[in-house]
């Protein structure tokens, strides 16, 4: 898939893209595959095309909760580019599919040029700061059930098409819960006749229903996505 199927790269006007489209890689994002670690160095920020990236938080006895998930809107690695260098959380590909990447020392230099590049990426950074305040909130204060809901429909909106294949036990492990607990609340909306789960595969057959069931959390954090994402940039395409 081309480059500026990635949302932050096709905002880049034509004089910015000329000179980050040279440098682009393309890779294949495999299921499980580790883009970075909790505290090591990064290389790369990557521009997911078609796969999706969980961005999760390690604790020391091994257990995990995902805090965001980027997909062909986002970039994965903003700490290289805020000057953080690392971050205490792991970067693992959720859905398989392929993407850009491009070398920490020039996304560096592309974000220091303070042009439309930088503010995108500032845009988008705040963004994914409101995901991931949301996202502690909502596995909080709400229930199971309703997490579920905002997490496929989140997972959905960065993939085309209305399929998942996601087991039961990763998405345990992405929301930090009892397989038991996804097992539960998977047959309930597949009941209601909202989704369809086999096999590892999840088909939504209804994503208005799904929305309804959802809390507030996914709408908060798809208006902020839609603000600051979707607004024209001075200088921009």
């Known amino acids: 898939m081309a480059p500026r199927s990635n949302h932050l790269l096709a905002a880049l006007p034509e004089e910015e893209w000329e000179r980050w489209s040279g440098k682009l890689e393309w890779v294949p994002l495999q299921l499980g595959q580790v883009l970075y670690e909790s505290g090591q160095p990064q290389s790369h920020v990557y521009f997911p095309t078609t796969a999706i990236v969980s961005l999760l938080y390690v604790l020391e006895d091994g257990a995990s909760?995902?805090?965001a998930v980027v997909g062909y809107e986002g970039v994965v690695g903003v700490s290289l580019f805020?000057?953080?260098e690392t971050t205490p959380s792991r970067a693992v590909v959720q859905s398989a599919g392929s993407g850009f990447r491009l070398r920490a020392a020039d996304i560096k230099t592309e974000f220091h040029?303070?042009?439309?590049?930088?503010?995108?990426?500032?845009?988008?950074t705040q963004a994914l700061l409101t995901q991931m305040a949301q996202t502690a909130v909502?596995?909080?204060h709400h229930l199971l059930e309703q997490q579920l809901c905002r997490w496929l429909l989140l997972s959905l909106d960065r993939i085309t098409g209305d399929q998942l294949v996601m087991t039961q036990e990763l998405i345990a492990n992405m929301l930090g819960v009892r397989r038991e607990g996804v097992t539960e609340a998977a047959l309930k909306l597949q009941k209601l006749g909202l989704i369809d789960y086999a096999r590892g595969h999840i088909s939504v057959i209804d994503r208005e229903g799904l929305e309804k069931r959802s809390c507030e959390?996914?709408?908060?954090?798809?208006q902020e996505y839609d603000r600051l994402l979707n607004q024209p940039l001075p200088g921009g395409r």
């Open 217 to 222: 959390c996914y709408a908060v954090v798809k």
């Open 113 to 124: 040029r303070y042009g439309v590049g930088m503010r995108v990426l500032l845009r988008y």
């Open 65 to 67: 909760a995902e805090i």
């Open 82 to 84: 805020m000057g953080g």
């Open 138 to 140: 909502c596995n909080r």
